[in-house]
């Protein structure tokens, strides 16, 4: 990331002194990210030019961001709370916009920087891994009235399980790598889940699920801890906050957060779920979000883990199949590596599902 991209012509946009002090943010992979200070000890500000590749909308998240911090901020001033501190504050353009377009053509937005908290790429302990839980079922509940449908849909079928079926289908018949021959076994394990694929968007579809606000990026490095008492402050990196399911949002937190191994770990002898760290993340979401949640949203909690990694490792396969155009890549056969890492887990959930029912239902009395 060069530190040139954030110029003088950025900072006065949003009214801020073009003499600032502005250093890089490391850790994110789709933006650029960089904070800004006009003077020592005074307020500092996140600017970030939104990567039109991937987001060919920003007008679209940003309009969802806009919607979804004001409704949060109501909320939580409502219940007392600091609003500047418990959720992002998009700070707009000299001219009130909420959008700077530089001369290049690319998005900018600028944000409240949140002091005195920090983000962690991975759990440290079953602590951080409930006040992980905590922040996301916080999330859900505080949104839990607003009007899902209204929501642009930044990623089209996202989270659609059986669209990504569909998608590796599609990948084994062009073979655009010539490496079919090389997955048989893979394939073999998404065949006989194609059923299962539909489950959640089945009942969607039939209303026996909500609609809900959902984040679509629940990973522990989205979540800001207090330096002080390690607790959840605000749930960040609003870029894919779209229309969508419970499960999926709280699916996503378990395949990462309850599993034993990174996602491209090659021995898969290290690959399992870990049920005590499952029970951790649902003790923290379901003491949160656990009231507004229907019965059947309750209840297909792990079946949004077992999708989650199933629709992550369909999304590794197609990836090897077409050549690795869309992940990032370390060395040959890191998305086949990373496929078979996420099925092994999918096989370690599925046997541990009446565990995992058990444990929601226990939670919740």
Known sequence: MEHSLCTPEILAAFGLSPTSAVTPLYGGH??????????PGGPRYTLQ???????PRPEDITENMAGVTGFLQEKIRGRGGDPERETLTVRPTADGKPMFTDRAGHPWRCLRYIEGATSYE????????????????????????????TLHEIIPDFHNTPARFAQLMEAVKTDKAGRVAEVGKELDFAYKREEACGLLTGLLEKGELPLRVTHNDTKMSNILLDDKTGKAV???????????????????????????????????????????RFSAYARGFLRAAGEILTEKE???LPDGAILMTLEVG???????????????????????????????LVEEMEAAR????????????
């Open 314 to 344: 369909m999304r590794f396969l197609a990836d090897y199949l077409n050549g690795d155009v869309y992940f990032r890549t370390a060395r040959p056969q890191h998305n086949l590596d990373r496929a078979r890492n996420q099925f092994k």
């Open 354 to 365: 009446e565990d995992m029912g058990r444990v929601v239902r226990e939670l919740m009395g």
């Open 122 to 149: 991975t759990p440290e302990s079953l602590a951080m891994l409930e006040e992980a839980g905590f922040a996301f079922g916080d999330f859900q509940r505080l949104l839990s009235e607003y009007p899902a449908h």
């Open 234 to 276: 605000c749930v960040i990196d609003l870029d894919t906050v779209m229309p969508g399911l419970c499960a999926f949002d709280f699916g996503d937190s378990i395949r990462a957060g309850a599993a034993t191994a990174a996602e491209d770990e090659t021995d898969l002898t290290k690959v399992r779920f870990d049920l005590e």
């Open 30 to 39: 789709i933006n650029d990210t960089f904070v800004a200070q006009e003077a």
């Open 49 to 55: 030019r939104v990567n039109r590749f991937v987001f």
């Open 298 to 300: 309750r209840d297909t």
